[in-house]
């Protein structure tokens, strides 16, 4: 499949035309497809990024970012959703369009970003050359390793575990 940008026409490679992916107030600036080629990304220049099915159906509207959106990427597994923006700032969303995580890194701008090969981690790379590595997981992945950090606090404070109760049940 081929995006023609500005009129936000969607062709196959033999010239027939698919679908008109209509909703964007501006051009598109990128667009991917997610792993199972059943849905389509785009980031526009409208400051939002749009989920599409394959007929051109709007399924979710990515709206939170400041200035035009220059990226959009669906993680391997096709579940989340990385966004980067011309205002330096990088987003990650769930396919329905709850924003999942905003990461910053305040006072640096956001060059690059991309998910890791297992769609765990996300990659922002800074105009600086600097690179931050952020770790994403559900929830309770997330409980898991944050009572896991806690242990050497519990053993020496062994009552603080009792009010924190998530980190009461044996994992």
């Known amino acids: 499949m081929l995006l023609i940008r500005k009129l936000k026409l969607l062709w196959d490679t033999k010239g027939n035309l698919q679908t008109n992916l209509k909703g964007h107030q501006k051009f598109i600036i990128s667009a991917a497809f997610s792993p199972d080629g059943q849905r389509i990304v785009t980031a526009s220049d409208d400051s939002t990024a749009k989920i599409w099915d394959r007929a051109g159906n709007l399924m979710a509207d990515l ?101 924190l109760r998530v980190c009461q049940v044996k994992r």
């Open 63 to 163: 709206k939170g970012h400041q200035q035009g959106v220059t990226s959009a990427v669906f993680s391997p597994d096709g579940k989340r959703i990385l966004t980067e923006s011309s205002d330096g700032t990088v987003k990650v969303w769930d396919t329905k369009g709850n924003l999942l995580a905003d990461l910053k890194e305040y006072k640096k701008e956001v060059s690059r970003a991309a998910f890791s090969s297992d769609g765990k981690r996300v990659f922002t790379v800074f105009s600086d050359g600097s690179i931050n590595v952020w770790q994403l997981g559900e929830l309770d992945d997330l409980l898991v390793r944050g009572c896991n950090w806690l242990q050497d606090y519990f053993i020496s404070h062994p009552e603080t575990r009792e009010r």
